[in-house]
């Protein structure tokens, strides 16, 4: 059964630094998605990731993809306040149709 | 926009009655999901559906049942809603398989 695990579940960090997130997935797949939740709000996507070695950016986030390691990372560089948001990977897998999302991070930028 | 609707929005009900929540899409996609979403459990796969009638079983289907008669509609159902199902509750859409999922605004409901 697909299990898809994040860590940290909570970071808060200052402005200006850089940290990562990652996430886990128990199965083989190179299907990988990143999504922000504001709160209250629903969910809106960030990255699609396709294949093994895949990399997307947008603004001060970085999304990769090892599938042989089945890890896919979220990095962000010089954090602003904007970014404060909750951030979950999902993973589907060919064939079987099911879309399966870790527990989130939920991230904090200090000013 | 990604032509989802989901009704009602908010929902208050007693333990014991049924509930049904409508997820309606305007673009004609095959795939349809229904999550719950609860603190420390991110969002849980309920039931999916990949065409008209049919569909399938997620991580959490236990306590309810769907529907998809028609490709734009699918219904989540809790047969006799208990206060464990209260939560916020997100319909999604993806065009097929490898592609990002579009979700409704949610529906929160709570069950007394």
């Known amino acids: 059964e697909l299990k898809v695990e994040q860590n940290p579940l909570f970071l808060s960090m200052q402005e200006g630094k850089n940290y990562t997130i990652y996430c886990n997935y128990s199965?083989?797949?190179?299907?990988l998605y990143w999504y922000r939740q504001d709160p209250g709000k629903s969910l809106e996507s960030l990255f699609v990731?396709?294949?093994?070695?895949a990399v997307k950016q947008e603004g001060r986030l970085m999304a990769s993809l090892d599938t042989k390691a089945r890890l896919s990372t979220l990095h962000i560089t010089a954090a602003v306040h904007d970014l404060s948001a909750t951030y979950f990977c999902?993973?589907?897998?060919?064939?079987?149709?099911?879309?399966?999302f870790g527990t989130g991070t939920r991230l904090k930028v200090l000013a | 926009d990604a032509g989802i609707t989901q009704s009602p929005r908010h929902k208050v009900t007693e333990t014991g009655t049924p509930v049904t929540l409508r997820c309606h899409q305007t673009?004609?996609?095959?795939?349809m999901y229904w999550y719950r979403q609860d603190p420390g459990h991110g969002l849980r796969l309920i039931h999916y559906?990949?065409?008209?009638?049919?569909?399938d079983k997620g991580e959490v289907s236990d306590g309810y049942s769907v529907s998809r008669s028609k490709t734009e509609d699918f219904l989540l159902t809790l047969e006799s809603a208990t206060s464990s199902q209260t939560s916020v509750y997100f319909c999604?859409?993806?065009?097929?398989?490898?592609?990002?999922?579009?979700f409704g605004q949610g529906t929160r409901l709570t069950v007394v």
């Open positions: 199965t083989t797949s190179d299907r």
């Open positions: 990731l396709l294949s093994n070695g």
């Open positions: 999902a993973v589907d897998t060919s064939g079987t149709y099911k879309y399966i």
């Open positions: 999604a859409i993806t065009r097929s398989g490898g592609t990002e999922a579009f």
């Open positions: 673009e004609n996609h095959r795939y």
């Open positions: 559906s990949y065409g008209v009638k049919d569909t």
